[in-house]
């Protein structure tokens, strides 16, 4: 007998964000399976009496090695039950979904991907600002500020990322941002692009800094391990206003 497994996207951290089809799979899953920041109040969603289980991956921080996630999934789904695998932002943007997936197909089990809000469009929307703009942003990018060890990825396409009329979303690049905005200038971004540190968005703490792509590169050089998860935006981004930062 095979259960089934659903990707389920938490989106940024606020149970609010979710959507109405998350909502109802973690009210009917026998397990969930899910990331350090999806943790705390989303599940509080989860039916009473399933199994609940961290796999989360933090960078610098003791982890689950990801075949073994893997497979717990398929060892969950493979006695039948209604299995949730809960991924903090949307499940297919620097999440490790391929791997999972990939697993499970193996396996022969059947699986759905429920997409949620990124972590880049919340921390926009909580700023007030917009993620494009006519005439000014009209490509919108992510790209992960580190690799499996940590480190700024290399091979990174530099002439797209110093693109002045594209906004651009670093994920996890609190520790690599000095390295990556050298680069950037380098590569002929102007050291006053705007930009924006977006910390625990949509999460109690949250915290919202604008300035320069110089000043928040300044102002991260010396970033203590304890720091909470953030994300960075910069580019042509719109005026903020100036509640942003209080």
């Known amino acids: 007998m095979s259960g089934f497994v659903s990707f389920v996207s938490s989106g940024p951290g606020d149970p609010e964000l979710l959507t109405v089809k998350a909502v109802a799979r973690l009210k009917t899953a026998d397990a969930v399976l899910y990331d350090d920041l999806s943790a705390g109040p989303i599940l509080d969603l989860a039916r009473a009496g399933a ?7 933090r960078a ?18 493979a006695t039948g039950a209604r299995v949730v695998r809960l991924k903090s932002g949307d499940a297919g943007i620097f999440g490790r979904l391929e791997e999972e997936i990939l697993a499970l197909r193996e396996a022969g089990i059947a699986h759905e991907v429920i997409p949620g809000v990124t972590t880049a469009s919340a921390a926009a929307a909580a700023a007030d600002i917009p993620l494009t703009r006519r005439l000014t942003a009209r490509r919108l990018q992510f790209v992960t500020g580190h690799d499996v060890a940590g480190r700024l990825p290399e091979g990174l396409n530099m002439a797209a990322l110093a693109d002045r009329e ?20 380098a590569a002929g971004l102007p050291p006053d692009t705007p930009a924006l540190l977006a910390e625990n968005v949509s999460a109690p703490g949250q915290a919202l800094r604008i300035g320069t792509m110089s000043a928040l590169a300044e102002a991260l050089r010396d970033t203590p391990d304890t720091a909470p998860p953030a994300l960075i935006l910069y580019g042509a981004l719109a005026d903020p206003g100036p509640e942003v930062g209080q």
């Not at 610098?60 to 789904?77: E, F, N």
């Not at 609190?174 to 390295?179: A, D, G, I, L, M």
């Open 60 to 77: 610098g921080r003791p982890s689950p090695r990801q075949d073994h996630v893997s497979r717990l999934l398929v060892d969950y789904a």
């Open 166 to 185: 594209a906004t651009t979303a670093v994920y996890m690049g609190r520790r690599t941002f000095v390295r990556l905005a050298e680069l950037l200038v």
């Open 51 to 57: 199994d609940l289980v961290g796999v989360g991956k």
